[in-house]
C-alpha cells in the first residue's frame, strides 16, 4: 500500500493527471451509461482543482509538505476508482 501511495504522489506535482484520470472516467462512463463511474470522474476532477488550488498556494499560504489530507483522500480515490472500473467492466442485466 505504501509504494501505491508513493506513486499516487506523482499527482502533487503534476495535477494535469489526476484531471486526465477524471475525464477519461466521464467519458467511459458516459459512453458505457455507467453512472458511477462518471461520479468517480468527477471527484477526480474536483481533487485535480484542488490539488492545482494548493499548488498554486490559494488553499495553502505557508508551508504545505505535511499533507495529511492525502492519507484520507488517496486511499478513497482508489477504492472509489477501483469501484468505477468494476462498474465499466460489468454487464448491464436486463429487467424484465
Known amino acids: 500500500m505504501d509504494q501505491i501511495l508513493t506513486t499516487m504522489?506523482?499527482?502533487?506535482?503534476?495535477?494535469w493527471l489526476?484531471?486526465?484520470i477524471g475525464l477519461?472516467?466521464?467519458?467511459?462512463g458516459q459512453w458505457r451509461g455507467r453512472g458511477t463511474a462518471m461520479g468517480v470522474g468527477f471527484v477526480w476532477?474536483?481533487?485535480?482543482c484542488y490539488e492545482t488550488a494548493m499548488q498554486q498556494g490559494w488553499l495553502c499560504s505557508g508551508e504545505?509538505?505535511?499533507?495529511?489530507?492525502l492519507l484520507l483522500l488517496y486511499p478513497l480515490l482508489l477504492?472509489?476508482?477501483?469501484i468505477?472500473?468494476?462498474?465499466?467492466l460489468?454487464?448491464?442485466?436486463l429487467r424484465h
Open 90 to 93: 460489468r454487464t448491464k442485466t
Open 18 to 20: 489526476a484531471a486526465a
Open 64 to 69: 504545505c509538505n505535511i499533507r495529511v489530507d
Open 24 to 28: 477519461m472516467l466521464v467519458s467511459i
Open 45 to 48: 476532477l474536483l481533487y485535480a
Open 9 to 15: 504522489a506523482v499527482l502533487i506535482e503534476y495535477p
Open 84 to 88: 468505477a472500473i468494476v462498474s465499466l
Open 79 to 82: 477504492v472509489a476508482t477501483l
